[in-house]
């Protein structure tokens, strides 16, 4: 057996729980994106109080979200760091205000910083999405691994601040694939397997590589592991179409359709709602019998 066929996922999805609840993937799930930052892309700004925290989560409940993704940092091309105790306090707040309103939410938390993850962990969060898949922080697949909670691992090319300078320019399907291979190796190494696999739409990647990713879902899907495209009101839909992110609504639902045409599990976007539809005439595709 090579090693390729060692790392497939033979448990199937069975193994990823939110909380205790089984997250059932029979249909794709819906990921809202709450940034409780001044700078994010798109909504950088818009949840710096409690009040505008919770009125986007319950509007993202509402319409169909099954997950909220909070984030205490930007991860746009060009952003800085900011320092843990900064991302800490951002994040602890957002998620003690959000499991005390809807305690029945799953929550992630878009971080990769094991001490912000397990800070997270403990008080309600229940899944941890890391852009850097465990290579930022040499202490997150312990954590994780430790704290037993499913983890979303992105691949990434260099770090946010510089990324984009010199992005994957080609073979883009067989570079993601072999960092998926080696990160999944050192997780299996501690026993731990709830793992969520997102190719990292725009991080590192030319605009073509973007699309050769999409293209390429069904790759990454035969890992056996849930796959999640984040491609909302990004640059790859901007660049095509000369847009801004305020407005590429229309093309980031035309890119999750694809998506999901191609096998992704989990939508993470802006828009829960026009994501939602998406899904509902994704399925009625699939199934309709004449």
Avoid: W
């Amino acid at each position: 057996m090579n090693r390729k066929n060692k790392l497939i996922n033979t448990n199937g999805n069975n193994r990823i729980k939110c909380n205790g609840d089984l997250m059932k993937f029979d249909e794709p799930l819906i990921m809202g994106i709450l940034n409780v930052t001044p700078d994010s892309f798109y909504d950088g700004g818009k949840h710096l109080t409690e009040k505008a925290v919770l009125n986007s989560v319950d509007m993202m409940i509402n319409d169909g979200a099954a997950i909220v993704d909070v984030g205490g940092m930007s991860t746009r091309p060009g952003a800085k760091f900011v320092d843990e105790k900064e991302e800490m306090k951002r994040v602890i707040n957002a998620v003690k205000s959000i499991k005390k309103e809807f305690p029945q939410i799953c929550i992630s938390v878009d971080t990769f910083r094991a001490e912000v993850a397990r800070a997270a962990i403990n008080e309600g969060a229940g899944i941890i999405n890391d852009i850097s898949g465990g290579t930022f922080d040499d202490e997150m697949f312990k954590t994780v691994a430790g704290l037993d909670v499913p983890y979303i691992m992105m691949h990434i090319k260099g770090k946010p601040e510089n990324m984009q300078k010199n992005p994957v320019e080609k073979n883009i399907a067989d570079v993601v694939k072999e960092f998926f291979e080696e990160r999944l190796g050192k997780l299996k190494e501690l026993g731990f397997d709830k793992v969520i696999l997102d190719p990292g739409f725009g991080f590192g990647k030319s605009l073509d590589c973007n699309y050769v990713l999409l293209k390429s879902l069904g790759e990454i899907k035969a890992y056996g592991y849930p796959v999640l495209a984040g491609i909302s009101r990004k640059s790859m839909i901007n660049k095509v179409l000369g847009t801004l992110p305020a407005g590429a609504l229309n093309g980031t639902t035309v890119l999750n359709t694809i998506a999901l045409m191609n096998g992704a599990d989990i939508l993470r976007v802006h828009d829960v709602k026009e994501a939602k539809q998406s899904v509902e005439l994704y399925k009625k595709y699939i199934s309709s019998m004449c």
